[in-house]
């Protein structure tokens, strides 16, 4: 079975940054990603990244303001985000796949593997 732990949210304000970890523990995953929910929402994708790291995807609300990227020796997923919004306040999610294929990657159902979500706030 494989745990994915979440850390670093917390309260920012509106400009600010928080980057967020994911630690993957038990057997191998391999594209991963971040998902959010906020209130009465519902859960939607972020971003996410091969196992190599040579594809991304990215909500285009995102891009220029959020990277992701992994530690394969650490089994670790990160989000750096930056210039952070109000509209960015949600619980936001690791998930992971168990097998090697990119696909369908903004797809909820497609992933086998959730963390319990990390919240992040931010003040305007």
């Known amino acids: 079975q494989v745990q994915l732990v979440e850390s670093g949210g917390g309260l920012v304000q509106a400009g600010g940054s928080l980057r967020l970890s994911c630690a993957a523990s038990?057997?191998?995953?391999?594209?991963m990603g971040w998902f959010r929910q906020a209130p009465g929402k519902e859960r939607e994708f972020v971003a996410a990244?091969?196992?190599?790291?040579?594809?991304?995807n990215m909500l285009g609300s995102v891009k220029g303001r959020f990277t992701i990227s992994r530690d394969n020796a650490k089994n670790t997923l990160y989000l750096q985000m930056n210039s952070l919004k109000p509209e960015d306040t949600a619980v936001y999610y690791c998930?992971?796949?168990?097998?090697?294929?990119?696909?369908?990657?903004?797809?909820?159902?497609?992933?086998?593997?959730w963390g319990q979500g990390t919240q992040v706030t931010v003040s305007s």
């Open positions: 998930a992971a796949k168990r097998v090697p294929m990119w696909d369908h990657t903004v797809v909820v159902g497609q992933y086998d593997y």
């Open positions: 038990g057997r191998t995953v391999y594209a």
């Open positions: 990244l091969s196992w190599s790291g040579g594809s991304t």
